[in-house]
């Protein structure tokens, strides 16, 4: 995997970026594509269910569940 790519979004009025992997942040826009949201709306639903966990961590794993719902 190559280095991390940053991406700027504003979540619940505040801005935040997120760091993550180029092959995640391509996962994640087929995610939005499929649902048809936006990077952001995507984001903003991410960043809503994912309680405690840090939001790098939350993208990764939806990320990791999606590629594994389509495989399977």
């Known amino acids: 995997m190559s280095g991390l790519t940053k991406r700027s979004v504003v979540l619940a009025g505040h ?12 996962v ?5 594509e499929a649902r048809g949201l936006s990077k952001a709306g995507l984001l903003a639903e991410i ?5 405690r966990r840090p939001l790098a961590s939350a993208c990764r794993l939806l990320a990791l569940d999606w590629v594994k719902d389509q495989s399977g």
């Not at 994640?28 to 939005?32: F, P, S, V």
């Open 15 to 26: 801005a935040t970026s997120v760091a993550l992997e180029p092959e995640f942040w391509a």
């Open 28 to 32: 994640l826009d087929r995610i939005a």
């Open 47 to 51: 960043d809503a269910g994912r309680g």
